[in-house]
C-alpha cells in the first residue's frame, strides 16, 4: 500500500469515527480522545488530516453531498422522488452521511459553513423542479423555490420522526405517504399516474 493510499484510508477512518461520535453525542459532547479510541490512530495522525475538531465536523458536512447523487430516469420529477428514497437507504447505511444530517439540524457552538447541506440539498431538488417545469411535469407556474423548500423541509420532518419512532425502519413508507399528500400540488395532472411513489426495484427484479 503507497503512503498516499495508506493517508486516504487514515482521513476516512477519522471521518467515520468521528461521524460515529458526533450522530451518538452531538457535536458539543464529543472528544477527539473518543474519535482517536475508535480510529487506533495516533493524536499526530489525526492533526496530519484535521487541525481540530470543528476541521473534521465541517469535513462531514462536506461529505453530505455525496449523499445526492441524482438517480437515472427520464422524468425529472420521479428523479426527485427516487433521490429522496436513495438518500434515505443510504442514511442506513453510511455514518457519516447520518452524522452530516445532525450536524446540519443541531444548534451547536460549531460555525454555520457557507454551504450548509440544506443549501445543497435545496439545489439540488430546485434545478431537478426547473427542468421537470420546462418538461411540462410541473403545474403551470409553480413557484420551483419555494416548492424545493418544502419538500426539503418535509423530508427533513418525516424522517426525523421516522428516527424517533423506528430508527429509521419505515422512513420509506413514511416517503411514499409524503408523496401522495405533495404530489398534487407539484405534478400536472397527466404525470401524476406516471410516477412511482414507492422505492425503485432493484436491478433485475419485476
Known sequence: MTKQERGIRSRRAILEAAAEVFDLRGYDAAGT??????TGLTRG??????????AIALAVLEAHNDGLAVPESTS???AVIDLGFAF???????????????????????????????????????????????HGETLP???????SDVIIGSFTGVR?????????ADLPERLT?????????????????HLRITPPQPAGLD
Open 45 to 54: 495522525a489525526l492533526y496530519h488530516h484535521f487541525a481540530s475538531k470543528e
Open 88 to 134: 434515505a437507504d443510504r442514511l442506513r447505511t453510511d455514518a457519516v452521511l447520518r452524522a452530516s444530517v445532525r450536524l446540519a439540524v443541531e444548534q451547536t457552538s460549531l460555525p454555520r459553513p457557507t454551504d450548509t447541506p440544506y443549501d445543497q440539498s435545496r439545489a439540488v431538488v430546485r434545478t431537478l423542479l426547473t427542468e421537470a417545469a420546462a
Open 76 to 78: 425529472r420529477l420521479q
Open 141 to 147: 407556474g409553480l413557484d420551483v423555490t419555494e416548492t
Open 177 to 193: 405517504a409524503l408523496w401522495r399528500v405533495l404530489l398534487p400540488g407539484i405534478a400536472s395532472p397527466g404525470m401524476i399516474g
Open 160 to 168: 426525523v420522526m421516522s428516527q424517533v419512532y423506528t430508527d429509521r
Open 33 to 38: 480522545n473518543e474519535i482517536l479510541a475508535r
